[in-house]
């Protein structure tokens, strides 16, 4: 709850309204991040320290900053009343870090969702994606699913939903 919406809830009350709460998602506190806050800049900030963790190969910080990332990208979303499908163009190329954590831990076919749905929501598939899900696919070792066919999905026109691509991709098992 912003400090505008409490507010609004409770009738400008001055006293109420230096009540300090916290986000719904636990990544900062709403006193800490402005109402006109640049989403994308700390988006960008946690991007950046998420990397530095990953050479420093702190693979649970690592994470979590990959997840305040995807939600600073939602909240940016969300200020601007952009749609699902502006979403998933931002929160998918955070999922490149994900799947490379995830292959460290071998959890080959968890990797291969996330490269599948960063490969997916792409303007056009660079050479470096069609290596990557060559790749993935390969470590993924499905049975009859080749690197065509999941190339083949990633080319399918339309936005594809986190959630979507993980119940095809195990369903390829």
């Known amino acids: 709850m912003t400090t505008k919406q409490h507010n609004e809830n409770n009738g400008g009350d001055e006293a ?9 998602f636990d990544t900062e506190p709403a006193a800490s991040v402005a109402e006109d806050a640049d989403y994308l800049l700390l988006a960008l900030d946690k991007g950046n320290e998420a ?6 190969k702190n693979n649970t910080e690592a994470w979590a ?5 995807k939600q ?18 931002l929160d998918s190329h955070v999922s490149k870090d994900l799947a490379n954590l995830l292959r460290q831990e071998k959890k080959h076919k968890d990797a291969l969702v996330h490269i599948i749905y960063w490969v997916g929501n792409s ?12 790749a993935y696919v390969n470590r993924a070792k499905l049975s009859g699913t080749t690197v065509d066919d999941a190339m083949d999905y990633c080319l399918v026109d339309g936005v594809k939903q986190f959630h ?7 369903s390829w098992d």
């Open 51 to 56: 990397q530095i963790a990953m050479r420093e």
């Open 123 to 134: 303007q056009s598939v660079t050479k470096d994606q069609h290596s990557k899900l060559r």
């Open 164 to 170: 979507m691509v993980q119940k095809d991709v195990d």
């Open 72 to 89: 600073f990208y939602s909240k940016y979303t969300a200020s601007q009343s952009a749609g699902a499908d502006a979403l998933v163009a």
């Open 65 to 69: 900053l990959l997840q305040a990332q």
């Open 16 to 24: 109420l309204s230096n009540v300090v709460t916290e986000e719904d």
